[in-house]
């Protein structure tokens, strides 16, 4: 069975910075590609970055020029870098990974952008 475990998550004040980290419990190879989504209560989930197989990348507009979706292969570890966070960043971030018509999901980190 594949397991995402997401680690990272906190309270951190706005301008500040967190790195997110997705470990599989699979290699990373196993994955066309995996993502970092996010959810408001109240809101659907947005997706924030997404990785390919091969290390090409794309995001979402929210977060491009602030984060960084990044990959250790040897860990089998996705990363998401997030800097200048704004409170409007306040949301449950999940790791989702995808293999052909299977995804997977994290159980999700709280990240809570508060002065």
């Known amino acids: 069975q594949v397991q995402l475990v997401e680690s990272g998550g906190g309270l951190v004040q706005p301008g500040g910075s967190l790195r997110l980290s997705c470990l599989s419990s699979?290699?990373?190879?196993?994955?066309?590609?995996m993502s970092w989504y996010r959810r408001v209560p109240g809101k659907e989930r947005e997706l924030v970055a997404t990785?390919?197989?091969?290390?090409?990348?794309k995001y979402a507009d929210s977060g491009k020029g602030r984060f960084t979706i990044s990959k250790d292969v040897a860990k089998n570890t996705v990363y998401l870098q997030m800097n200048s966070l704004k409170p409007e960043d306040t949301a449950v971030y999940f790791c989702?990974?995808?293999?052909?018509?299977?995804?997977?999901w994290g159980q999700g980190t709280q990240v809570t952008v508060s002065s």
């Open positions: 989702n990974a995808a293999a052909g018509v299977d995804t997977y």
């Open positions: 699979i290699s990373y190879f196993s994955f066309n590609d």
């Open positions: 990785i390919f197989r091969y290390g090409s990348s």
